[in-house]
């Protein structure tokens, strides 16, 4: 699959220079389930990340009989209980409300995910309180491993397309979504490129948006 991902986007020349520089695609997908990989979402929202992963061991911490707690054992433990890991209010709502629509099954399992198709699963989990559109891209190329995700509304992958492409500004959303269809069906291997076309830019500094 890697193979005829790289081959259709070094169809582009600026891309297939980018695929040499960046080197070999090493995405792996984490094994974690929807339920998990969307309450550490709404942890990490609007926080630095080494003050969410504090936030986390804390609230694993809660719960030592279980690698991580079930919604149920979530649900269980009082809001004050909660807030003293570091999690705020509103937080803490997202959070019940995503144990309770992974009870009630608007959240899927991992293997009942796997049969649903992105645009559905995008549709059931921003049912979640808190969690949004570029949330569930990131579960579906990160955690689950779908090959054609493009998150148009995210700056890393807008930025670095300015840069690969050497733009003055960045596409606007739409306008990459219709760039990219020329990636399909491999747009998430376009997405982690365009991330290390960003990195590569910070790197150069200012001059790289000239």
């Keep these: 699959m890697t193979r005829e991902a790289i081959l259709h986007l070094k169809r582009e020349p600026e891309m297939a220079a980018l695929i ?6 090493r995405l ?12 550490r979402a709404i942890a990490h929202q609007q926080l630095h990340g080494r003050a969410a992963e504090a936030i986390l061991a804390r609230f694993i911490a809660l719960f030592p009989d279980t690698p991580f707690p079930a ?13 003293a890991t570091g999690f705020s209010g509103s937080k803490i709502a997202a959070i ?3 144990c309770l629509r992974t009870i009630d099954g608007t959240v899927p399992t991992r293997r009942a995910a796997a049969r649903l ?4 699963l995008i549709a059931r989990l921003t049912e979640v309180r808190g969690i949004g559109r570029w949330t569930v891209e990131m579960l579906l190329i990160f955690t689950l491993g779908r090959p054609d995700v493009l998150p148009v509304d995210d700056f890393g992958v807008r930025d670095g397309y300015r840069a690969l492409m050497q733009l003055s500004e960045q596409p606007k959303p739409r306008e990459l979504a219709a760039i990219g269809e020329g990636w399909a069906p491999w747009r998430s291997y376009a997405a982690w490129y365009l991330w290390r076309a960003a990195e590569e830019a910070k790197k150069q500094g200012p001059q790289s948006r000239a």
């Design 117 to 120: 198709p992105d645009e559905e």
């Design 71 to 83: 919604p149920e054992q979530v649900l269980a433990a009082d809001d004050a209980t909660l807030r």
């Design 96 to 98: 019940r409300d995503l």
């Design 20 to 25: 040499h520089r960046a080197g070999a695609y």
């Design 28 to 39: 792996k997908p984490t094994q974690r389930s929807p339920y998990e990989a969307l309450l």
